[in-house]
């Protein structure tokens, strides 16, 4: 007898009879990351959501919960990070097309950048992301596959987060637009972390997120400049 990872109701064979889901969930590998992106575009997956519910309320719980084998009712990653970014491209879109008064040559690329290009970068740098998350937090306790799992859930999450938070923008005199961002997206992060790295010390697992975060921020900003200098 097998007990499910989903409804954990107990059953014998491949399949759990009651929900469908498998017994024995098979090992998130670059491989299996690959055929999903193929699966994106050409399939429809149900749990948009759920999965957007759960990692609002549990974040971190949710990633652990999918790589455990609980992906029936949930948004596959790279499907979720594709509606995501797609959501978030377009609002980024509205929101610097919006007139801000006089503005130098410098200003216009750059707010041409968040407008054209902020989320197609996010999107390239995803795997390094992962790498930096995965050499943090360890490389025994969670493959390379699996950490690139949770950061792609937890970016795209937080893609929809820096929507409103971008909005503020327009509100006369409101300079304080980027400390929001950093602030909600670094929460939202460690919280992740911790919830998915619950085995951890809480403060190890902190200081680890942080260094992460900055290294990412750093990179960010390093290749946000270079494409900028380019289109100058």
Same mark, same amino acid.
């Given at each position: 007898m097998q007990v499910c990872k989903h409804c954990h109701l107990a059953g014998e064979g491949k399949y759990c009879s009651h929900c469908g889901e498998t017994f024995q969930p098979d090992h998130i590998t670059i491989h299996s990351i690959l055929h999903e992106v193929v699966h994106t575009f050409t399939h429809a997956d149900k749990g948009l959501l759920y999965t957007l519910k759960n990692l609002a309320i549990h974040p971190g719980t949710m990633q652990k919960n999918y790589l455990d084998g609980e992906r029936k009712t949930n948004q596959k990653p790279f499907s979720l990070f594709f509606i995501c970014a797609s959501i978030a491209a377009i609002a980024l879109h509205f929101v610097n097309t919006t007139p801000y008064g006089s503005q130098n040559h410098f200003d216009?690329? $750059?707010?041409? &950048?968040? $407008?054209?290009?902020?989320?197609?970068?996010?999107?390239?740098?995803?795997?390094?992301?992962?790498?930096?998350?995965?050499?943090? &937090?360890? $490389? $025994?306790?969670?493959?390379?596959?699996?950490?690139?799992?949770?950061?792609?859930?937890?970016?795209?999450?937080?893609l929809l987060i820096i929507i409103p938070l971008n909005f503020t923008g327009l509100i006369p005199g409101f300079t304080y637009q980027q400390y929001l961002e950093v602030l909600f997206l670094s929460v939202y992060t460690i919280l992740t972390n911790l919830n998915f790295f619950s085995f951890q010390n809480r403060w190890v697992v902190i200081i680890k997120s942080i260094a992460v975060l900055l290294l990412s921020y750093l990179l960010f900003n390093f290749m946000a400049n270079q494409v900028i200098n380019f289109m100058l």
């Open positions: 216009i690329v $750059k707010e041409n &950048f968040y $407008k054209n290009f902020f989320v197609i970068l996010q999107a390239i740098l995803l795997p390094v992301y992962a790498f930096l998350a995965w050499v943090f &937090f360890g $490389k $025994k306790q969670i493959n390379y596959a699996g950490m690139l799992v949770l950061t792609i859930y937890t970016i795209s999450f937080s």
